[in-house]
């Protein structure tokens, strides 16, 4: 039975367009439910273009926090009035917090999601023992690019079909960074400890990525942001290569913990199988 709805009870919830597929809901709300916290998770659409005036009515405490997802990322960062030094270096914020004077605070738990997720899937992944390859060069690439260089990584090859637009992201993020073009991903392969896809390709109903995973050291881990399906053709091919995979689900789960603790104020309880609700929802 659904826990009542009482005059304490904290609101929080994800903000993204569109957002009915956001498995967040699911994952927030079974942890609130298993720690017996009076909080509850929502979904919002607000327009593509009007992120700025949804947020402003929420300012004041009218709700406790906010995750935001695609494609609402880089305006929540740009109207907040506080900013983690990890959303700046990310440039992008996936958490905001309200404070009861008005001000809005973004934060970016992506990085720390996708380190924790190689850290259960792969342990013993040292960011610092080598370079990373990360493919993509959009928004949830250059969080995995600052992640992972702030994380002690000695270099970081961000792989994508658009040169410029990798050129673009390596000189944003600084030092450690360097651009490869898509076509010539086997020289970025070389001696890497992991490649990362943080492009979109992979996902249901999209053409895969075609990279010569063969080019990575037999040790290197390969990990797939796209949770849908769960193992997309890059993380199969891994799995046949004998390469140790981690999957964009366990990414998905591990950034949403730090923001259930800012929301409500304490740890989600590691007793609950979120991962399976997750994944038969997936199914569904
Ligand atoms: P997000 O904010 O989720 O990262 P994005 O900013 O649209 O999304 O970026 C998508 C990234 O995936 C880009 O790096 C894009 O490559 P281009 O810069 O060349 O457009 C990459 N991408 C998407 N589909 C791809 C495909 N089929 N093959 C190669 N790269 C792809």
Same mark, same amino acid.
């Given at each position: ?7 304490? =009870? *904290? ?5 993204? +367009? ?14 609130? $439910? ?27 405490? $009218? ?24 959303? !700046? ?19 970016? =738990?992506?990085?720390? /999601? *996708?380190? @924790? $997720? @190689?850290?259960? !899937? ?7 023992? &080598?370079?990373?390859? %990360? ?16 994380? &002690?990584?000695? +270099? ?18 600084? *030092?450690?960074? %360097? ?8 020289? #970025?392969?070389? /001696? ?6 943080? =492009?979109?390709? /992979?996902?249901?109903? +999209? ?17 797939? @942001? ?13 799995? !046949? ?6 999957? /964009?689900?366990? @990414?998905?789960?591990? !950034?949403? #913990? ?22 038969? $929802?997936?199914?569904?």
């Amino acid at each position: 039975m659904k826990p009542p709805i009482t005059g304490r =009870t *904290l609101v929080a919830g994800v903000a993204g +367009q569109p957002v009915a597929h956001s498995l967040s809901p699911l994952i927030h709300n079974a942890w609130l $439910a298993a720690a017996g916290i009076d909080g509850v998770y929502v979904a919002f659409a607000p327009d593509a273009d009007r992120f700025e005036v949804f947020v402003d009515g929420l300012r004041g405490g $009218a709700i406790r926090g906010l995750n935001v997802t695609i494609p609402f990322k880089e305006v929540a960062l740009s109207i907040a009035d506080v900013v983690s030094p990890r959303a !700046q270096k990310a440039a992008a914020a996936n958490l905001l917090t309200f404070e009861t004077d008005g001000r809005v605070t973004a934060d970016n =738990t992506d990085g720390a /999601g *996708l380190l @924790m $997720a @190689m850290a259960i !899937q792969a342990p013993g992944f040292d960011p610092k023992a &080598g370079p990373v390859a %990360v493919l993509g060069a959009g928004g949830a690439a250059r969080g995995a690019v600052a992640a992972l260089l702030t994380a &002690g990584a000695p +270099q970081v090859r961000i792989v994508n079909r658009t040169l410029a637009k990798a050129e673009a992201v390596a000189g944003a993020v600084g *030092l450690g960074a %360097v651009a490869c073009p898509l076509d010539a991903a086997g020289r #970025a392969f070389d /001696g890497v400890t992991a490649v990362i896809n943080a =492009t979109s390709a /992979g996902l249901t109903g +999209q053409p895969a990525l075609d990279v010569p995973l063969e080019a990575t050291p037999e040790t290197a881990v390969v990990m797939d @942001m796209v949770y849908k399906p769960l193992e997309t053709p890059l993380l199969a091919r891994a799995r !046949q290569l004998g390469r140790r995979t981690v999957d /964009g689900l366990e @990414m998905l789960i591990r !950034q949403a #913990a730090p923001s259930f603790e800012a929301f409500y104020g304490a740890t989600p309880p590691a007793d609950v199988d979120v991962r399976g609700m997750a994944l038969d $929802a997936l199914e569904r």
